[in-house]
């Protein structure tokens, strides 16, 4: 790597620790203005955590909190801190029609995906069971077949946030 891509690797994994942070605040805020999700969160915490507060939470119970995961999702989905995610192309290339540049500045505006009607059931609506088992038969169905593209959490490709997977188990952590 050079070192202008270890400082932007740097530099991304700085902005994206506030967003765990920021994220923990929407938790707490969305668990009181839905007490159901904040019970159905809770039995599923008591059923495989148990209720000795001293026992130390291992990785595998972090694996089976698949609605704790779910809420996760829809809280970062409905709250997103970073709207827009901007790159710069390295080559001149041509996409959607159009001639770029090299050094083309791009900015994808993630608010108007993660909201848009044509990839999420009830974009509005704050439900993490958009996230959770999702079946064939499923009202959340689109969001499963759209869900690699459409749900930027933590980027895709080669540009997939390095920290993604500490991100999580902290997230899980400061929740149970």
């Known amino acids: ?6 400082f932007g690797n ?3 994994t700085m902005l994206g620790g506030t967003d765990t942070t920021a994220n923990f605040i929407c938790f707490v805020y969305y668990l009181e203005h839905y007490p159901e999700i904040k019970k159905r969160l809770r039995h599923e915490f008591d059923t495989i955590l148990g209720e000795d507060l001293t026992r130390p939470i ?4 972090l694996d089976k909190l698949e609605y704790c995961d779910a809420v996760i999702k829809e809280v970062f989905r409905c709250s997103l801190i970073f709207i827009i995610n901007g790159r710069i192309n390295s080559q001149s290339d041509k996409v959607g029609g159009y001639d770029w540049p090299e050094g083309t500045q791009f900015q994808m505006l993630f608010s108007a995906i993660i909201k848009h009607k044509d990839y999420w059931t009830e974009p509005e609506k704050f439900d993490p069971d958009r996230f959770y088992r999702v079946e064939e038969s499923d009202k959340y169905l689109l969001e499963k077949k759209n869900m690699k593209t459409t749900f930027p959490m933590f980027g895709g490709g080669i540009r997939i946030c390095p920290g993604r997977k500490l991100a999580i ?8």
């Open 1 to 6: 790597m050079t070192d202008k891509e270890i």
């Open 58 to 61: 291992i990785y595998k119970d």
């Open 169 to 176: 188990i902290e997230l899980n952590v400061y929740y149970s």
């Open 10 to 12: 740097i530099l991304d």
